[in-house]
């Protein structure tokens, strides 16, 4: 077997092992024990596989959730930008009703502002100007975040593969437009049953979410999954993210964007 195919070989291997993880629900080890390149293009190589996967199963794209906005969690990976997982039809849950816990294996909840396409972006590169005459609207969203590796026990090739630790994520239902809004400067409080669990502002992803936006944008425009209307944008953790169990009640408050709250049974 050539070097070639048994890097291919391994990337699938990856991609079946993360799969039979939230298939069987049992947290499985970190795939970079199985890969020899462990860099952000393995990664998405593998992600690829599996997203690929999800389209043939009937599942439908809405977007995309940027991750590791935060320079600490930058830091912590040995990174200096981004990355970024697929969103889902079927990940999506209601500003307040109820979303099953046993969905999940190790989730975790992190408040953002969620971005509404109104236009394409395809090709680029792009200006923070094309964003913002992109964006239809602004809601507030608690991202569920998730891991199918055992303890969170991740690189940056796991997260990435893993498909940016995606779990689900929930919107809030009235739409804000941009004109007027610093979300630099949108402070962020998420409380769960009445007790504050986590706070922050918009300058914590990459410096304003809109950053993040462009980033993506940029690193989408080329590929076969550029932005679309009508996509979500999930720019990045607004703050700390918290440990969820059945029975919590999360509800996240932007300024001047509204709050919303994810209800776990």
């Known amino acids: 077997m050539d070097e070639w195919s048994e890097a291919v070989d391994a990337?699938?291997?990856?991609?079946?092992?993360?799969?039979?993880?939230?298939?069987?629900?049992?947290?499985?080890?970190?795939v970079r024990e199985l890969l020899t390149r462990k860099d952000a293009g393995t990664g998405y190589a593998v992600q690829e596989i599996n997203t690929r996967r999800a389209l043939s199963d009937g599942r439908r794209l809405v977007g995309r959730k940027i991750g590791l906005t935060s320079q600490v969690v930058q830091r912590q990976?040995?990174?200096?930008?981004?990355?970024?997982?697929?969103?889902?039809?079927?990940?999506?849950?209601?500003?307040?009703l109820p979303i099953p816990t046993e969905r999940f294996l190790q989730p975790k909840a992190e408040a953002e502002l969620a971005l509404v396409l109104g236009q394409d972006l395809s090709g680029g590169p792009f200006t923070?100007?094309?964003?913002?005459?992109?964006?239809?609207?602004?809601?507030?969203?608690?991202?569920?975040?998730?891991?199918?590796?055992?303890?969170?026990?991740?690189?940056?090739?796991?997260?990435?593969?893993?498909n940016a630790s995606s779990g689900a994520f929930v919107?809030?239902?009235?739409?804000?437009?941009?004109?007027?809004?610093?979300?630099?400067?949108?402070?962020?409080t998420m409380t769960s049953r009445g007790k504050e669990v986590s706070t922050g502002a918009g300058a914590a992803c990459l410096g304003h979410p809109l950053n993040a936006a462009v980033?993506?944008?940029?690193?989408?425009?080329?590929?076969?999954?550029?932005?679309?209307?009508?996509?979500?944008?999930?720019?990045?953790?607004l703050g700390p993210m918290?440990?969820?169990?059945?029975?919590?009640?999360?509800?996240?408050h932007i300024d001047g964007v509204g709050s919303v709250r994810a209800v776990f049974q």
């Open 77 to 96: 990976l040995g990174v200096d930008q981004p990355d970024f997982g697929m969103l889902f039809a079927d990940m999506a849950y209601a500003d307040g």
């Open 242 to 252: 918290v440990p969820v169990a059945a029975g919590d009640v999360f509800e996240a």
């Open 128 to 162: 923070v100007a094309d964003v913002i005459r992109a964006v239809d609207f602004v809601l507030p969203a608690i991202e569920i975040v998730d891991s199918r590796i055992a303890g969170w026990d991740i690189t940056l090739v796991d997260t990435i593969a893993d």
């Open 11 to 30: 990337i699938t291997e990856a991609a079946d092992r993360l799969r039979e993880a939230e298939r069987s629900g049992k947290p499985c080890a970190p």
């Open 171 to 188: 919107l809030g239902n009235t739409p804000v437009g941009l004109r007027g809004l610093d979300l630099r400067l949108a402070g962020m």
């Open 215 to 237: 980033w993506l944008a940029d690193a989408l425009g080329g590929t076969g999954y550029p932005l679309r209307a009508g996509d979500i944008v999930l720019t990045g953790a």
